[in-house]
């Protein structure tokens, strides 16, 4: 993994640390099974996010995805171009 890559994704985690403070958290690189796609092509990167929340609990699925692009959103299209989040609450684990 490049130094640029590891640098956005600890961006990425320091964001949702400080906004969520999540019990857990994974951020995977997909951006590899996305080579040639146009917004690789472009530089941003594709993630799998596992996040658990105690924020979560009692919200439906739709606000805690807003909760999460709220936290990386001028990340969006520029150096994160797709994010595919498992938001669960502590007691759906």
Known sequence: MSAA???RIERI???LQTA???LELH???DSAKHAGHAGAAQGGGHYNLRIICSQFEGLKL???HRLVYDSVHDMMHAEIHAL???A????ET
């Open 88 to 91: 669960l609450a502590p007691s």
């Open 20 to 22: 969520l403070s999540p």
């Open 5 to 7: 890559v590891e640098g």
């Open 27 to 29: 951020i995977e690189d």
């Open 84 to 86: 595919a989040i498992t």
């Open 62 to 64: 739709v606000m805690r």
């Open 13 to 15: 985690r320091s964001r």
